[in-house]
């Protein structure tokens, strides 16, 4: 008796479900946060009380920069001042670390299953 | 052209990919899909590190894609299976990982062909703003584009990428005219270095941070490997069409950051959506304007073409395989591709496109390229320990075995923390993409997958199996 395994066909109605639930994934794991403003960088403005080239800490040549792209120091400003905030949330960082780790560990230890069905298959029967 | 036909395991015949591309076409697959990192995006780890933090993050990452050469030059030129990195954990870590990798290309090349849209829209709109109209929606345009791309794609590979040689040829040149025409041998004529650069404006976390948009200078030249199927002669095409296109690269890249840094303040460049074109601006030279405009217009169009390409190869090979379901495994009885796979991702490109989010539709390509970086490692230790040196064929033994596997797999790490500075939410929810379509494959869809067919390499059974 032959050990193959013999995978059962799939219905075009499940086909067209594993599809849809794929695109769906995509748009709601990743699309729906993108455009609700969920992700993207977080950051701090540090806007001077007057605004101007000296106090936004821009030299000669920057200026020249700045004017000749077609910016004022007030249109500027806020490009100027913005910054990312790096500060490191350390709960945050150990929970991202160990998800990253935690999806690495589970797809070696399930995709080593997996791969010893190939193995026997392809070698043992 | 002779059909190529192949057995599948239903003991049918099956309609293969037409085998007319050569080293060129592999050049400007690998370059069509990189050259638009030089023309946008890079420039975002100017933002998140400053001007030198962007130039460090250049080097560190171009190291990292040394690491990411010498081990897919070792298992690909053993690996001689269609598909790349996932034919690679097809053959050495199993089902599951394969099914990863392959959505990881998927991802990758979707979310830059997204990028590349939303690019060829907005510098529609920003030229019609320069000529007095104000209020131009790119979005016609981004339909436009990825639709005529999709289309090309969909008549056939041969005509695809001839296209994307000559409009890749002409991006590249436009980046040495550019450099050429401010006149660098002439320091304070045009370039401006001494009065824009400043110190590192984060300090080195600055530096680390940058990493993140650092790997935009590369992103996809591995993509080389998808072609595989497609190409006359791989053992010759592969490698020399990979090299020379990473030594394109590395030229591109340096001369971007040169004249850039030179000619924008770094929080302008920063957050530029086409900072050559903008640097062309700088010069008051008309012609370079046109040049540039010309340049990423091309940059974007090739690289999205090259997209659509490689993602469709990708999907396409998942549902061979059963791993999608296997209505996208068709190819089509006349033009010889997987036009199923192709038509499948279009409406994925054009809504992240629509969002007009540039830095985060490239963070998500970026992410699922990283991911496919760090499997790497762990397949470059288990593929040396299944079958140790001796006891198969390998085209390339690369040296120094296991520092480069360590070495990549510490930037992955330093590149995932860069990445959760500043983008640790959207690096969440790409994990958690990434989990739920693994359970869903591993619960679910693995049940298909005839299980002997995912190794057709005629080696020993691997060792400890």
């Not at chain 2, 320069?130 to 436009?144: A, N, T």
């Not at chain 2, 619960?443 to 190794?455: G, I, M, N, P």
Request: charged fraction near 10%; hydrophobic fraction near 50%; aromatic fraction near 14%.
């Amino acid at each position: 008796m032959s050990n193959k395994y013999e995978p059962p066909t799939q219905s075009g109605l499940g086909q067209v479900f594993d599809s849809v639930f794929l695109l769906a994934l995509v748009y709601v794991a990743l699309f729906i946060p993108l455009v609700l403003g969920l992700t993207g960088a977080g950051g701090t403005d540090n806007m001077p009380e007057v605004v101007n080239w000296e106090t936004l800490e821009q030299n000669a040549v920057m200026q020249a920069q700045w004017e000749e792209l077609g910016y004022t120091a007030e249109t500027a400003a806020e490009l100027i001042t913005h910054r990312f905030d790096y500060t490191i949330d350390p709960l945050m960082l150990i929970l991202t670390g160990a998800v990253i780790l935690g999806y690495f560990i589970f797809m070696v230890k399930a995709s080593d299953k997996e791969y010893r069905d190939v193995i026997r298959e392809k070698f043992d029967s | 052209m002779t059909a190529e036909a192949t057995n599948t395991d239903a003991g049918q015949e099956r309609v293969g990919l037409l085998r007319v591309l050569g080293p060129v076409h592999v050049w400007a697959l690998g370059v069509g899909i990189v050259l638009v990192g030089e023309f946008m995006g890079w420039n975002f780890s100017v933002g998140k590190g400053g001007a030198f933090g962007a130039l460090i993050a250049c080097w560190v990452i171009g190291l990292l894609y040394t690491c990411v050469a010498m081990i897919d030059s070792e298992v690909t030129s053993t690996v001689a299976a269609a598909g790349g990195q996932y034919a690679q954990a097809k053959h050495i870590m199993g089902p599951l990982m394969a099914f990863n990798v392959g959505l990881y290309l998927v991802m990758a090349y979707t979310m830059l062909e997204a990028a590349d849209a939303l690019i060829v829209g907005d510098l529609l709109a920003i030229l019609a703003a320069q000529s007095g109209y104000e209020s131009l929606d790119p979005r016609p345009f981004v339909v436009l584009i990825i639709a005529l791309l999709a289309l090309l794609n969909y008549r056939g590979v041969f005509m695809t990428l001839s296209l994307n040689f000559i409009i890749t040829a002409a991006a590249f040149a436009s980046i040495l005219i550019l450099f050429i025409g401010v006149k660098p041998w002439q320091p304070g004529a045009i370039l401006q270095h001494q009065g824009l650069l400043t110190e590192l404006p984060y300090g080195w976390i600055g530096v680390i941070a940058s990493f993140q948009f650092g790997i935009w200078y590369y992103l996809g030249i591995e993509g080389t490997c998808q072609a595989a199927e497609e190409v006359r002669s791989p053992s010759r095409s592969l490698p020399l069409g990979t090299m020379t296109g990473i030594m394109t690269l590395l030229i591109a890249a340096t001369l971007t950051w040169y004249v850039c840094s030179g000619l924008l303040p770094w929080q302008y460049l920063g957050q530029a959506t086409v900072p050559l074109y903008d640097a062309s601006r700088m010069t008051g030279s008309l012609l370079l304007q046109i040049f540039l405009f010309v340049g990423t217009m091309f940059a974007a169009t090739a690289s999205a073409n090259g997209c659509i390409n490689d993602a469709s190869r990708a999907w396409f090979s998942m549902g061979r395989d059963r791993y999608m379901p296997q209505w996208f495994g068709a190819v089509h009885p006349v033009y010889r591709t997987p036009y199923r796979s192709i038509l499948i991702l279009i409406p994925i490109a054009v809504s992240f496109a629509f969002t007009g989010l540039l830095d985060q539709v490239i963070t998500f390509s970026i992410l699922s390229g990283l991911l496919g970086y760090t499997f790497m490692p762990i397949n470059m230790i288990l593929f040396r320990r299944k079958w140790p040196l001796g006891t198969i064929r390998r085209g390339y033994v690369h040296p120094f075995h296991p520092l480069p596997a360590i070495v990549l797999m510490a930037l992955c790490v330093t590149t995932f923390f860069a990445t959760y500075l500043g983008f640790g939410t959207q690096l969440l929810a790409m994990m958690i993409f990434y989990i739920v379509a693994s359970l869903w494959f591993v619960l679910h869809r693995y049940k298909f997958v005839r299980r002997a067919d995912q190794f057709t390499m005629n080696w020993p059974k691997p060792q400890g199996y």
